[in-house]
T-cell receptor
């Protein structure tokens, strides 16, 4: 049973428009959420994160929204650029101060931004 | 340049022929981990290591072995590869096990095909 779900395997968006990538989780213990971006032939790289004490975090064109009651988060990219075309992984974790943080990755959403 | 280096990038092998995928990091990170990426399943953890001589199973350890004799190296060993181990493999490292505080640095991946 997948604890982190990204129900859209792919998404196409016109350049300049908004991209919205969605992620749902089932484990109520998760208290920290991250988005990773992956280009072909490269490893994933960190994009943006949010902790459960917030409902929004913004970094330039990227904003992550968290709805804890719905166990749902979304990544907004505004405006979308062709260079944003990549696979985006949602990840959720439980912060454990003194030991290893267990992190679960979603299956990924492939975003294509069309010029 | 701070990085995680995996070798080889691509590997085609036959069922039952032992192989090793190497992983090395130059950041003096304590924590290292192996993931496999499969379509629709995202990144699933195989094994991790909190420090030298300390390793533990992740979510999908069957058919794999690891060792951590030196801080910088964390090889993944497939003693008797089978076709269901055909996948894209990523090595990752972090300053400590606290993924949520320190983040992961990923290698560029190893595409393994077992025929």
């Amino acid at each position: 049973d997948q604890q982190v779900k990204q129900n859209s395997p792919s998404l196409s968006v016109q350049e300049g428009r908004i991209s919205i990538l969605n992620c749902d989780y089932t484990n109520s213990m998760f208290d920290y959420f991250l988005w990773y971006k992956k280009y072909p032939a490269e490893g994933p790289t960190f994009l943006i994160s949010i902790s459960s004490i917030k409902d929004k975090n913004e970094d330039g064109r990227f904003t992550v929204f968290l709805n804890k009651s719905a166990k749902h988060l979304s990544l907004h990219i505004v405006p979308s650029q062709p260079g944003d075309s990549a696979v985006y992984f949602c990840a959720a974790g439980h912060f454990m101060k003194t030991s290893y943080d267990k992190v679960i990755f979603g299956p990924g959403t492939s975003l294509s931004v069309i010029p | 340049e701070a990085q995680v280096t995996q070798n080889p990038r691509y590997l085609i092998t036959v069922t039952g022929k032992k192989l090793t995928v190497t992983c090395s990091q130059n950041m003096n990170h304590e924590y290292m981990s192996w993931y496999r990426q499969d379509p629709g399943l995202g990144l699933r953890q195989i094994y991790y290591s909190m420090n030298v001589e300390v390793t533990d199973k992740g979510d999908v350890p069957e058919g794999y072995k690891v060792s951590r004799k030196e801080k910088r190296n964390f090889p993944l060993i497939l003693e008797s590869p089978s076709p269901n181990q055909t996948s894209l493999y990523f090595c990752a490292s972090s300053l400590r096990g606290g993924f949520l505080n320190y983040g992961y640095t990923f290698g560029s991946g190893t595409r393994l095909t077992v025929v």
